[in-house]
Nanobody, 111 residues
Framework: QVQLVESGGELVQAGGSLRLSCLASGIIVSNRVMAWYRQAPGKERELVASISRAEYTNYADAVKGRFTISRDSAKNTVSLQMNSLKSEDTAVYYC?????WGQGTQVTVSE
């Protein structure tokens, strides 16, 4: 059974940084396309970043240059480093692969 568990979300001031982590079970993250999505209150879920088996990465325009997706094969995790956070980044962040989703972790950016 595939399980994804996100962690690291918290309240942070604008301009600050956070690092989210997704711990995977039942899959090997280096063998899958992994992605981070987010959903803000009243908004649709949107793709934030993805990473392929060959480590090609893709980012939403809104986070390009500020966020970095990476994986750690030894820990079987996928991380999202978030810098220069803005209030617009406030959302529940989800880890996903092939229609399997984690429970999400809340990121709140204060003014």
């Amino acid at each position: 059974q595939v399980q994804l568990v996100e962690s690291g979300g918290e309240l942070v001031q604008a301009g600050g940084s956070l690092r989210l982590s997704c711990l995977a079970s039942g899959i090997i993250v280096s063998n899958r396309v992994m992605a981070w999505y987010r959903q803000a209150p009243g908004k649709e879920r949107e793709l934030v970043a993805s990473i392929s088996r060959a480590e090609y990465t893709n980012y939403a325009d809104a986070v390009k240059g500020r966020f970095t997706i990476s994986r750690d094969s030894a820990k079987n995790t996928v991380s999202l480093q978030m810098n220069s956070l803005k209030s617009e980044d406030t959302a529940v962040y989800y880890c996903t692969t092939r229609d399997v989703w984690g429970q999400g972790t809340q990121v709140t950016v204060s003014e």
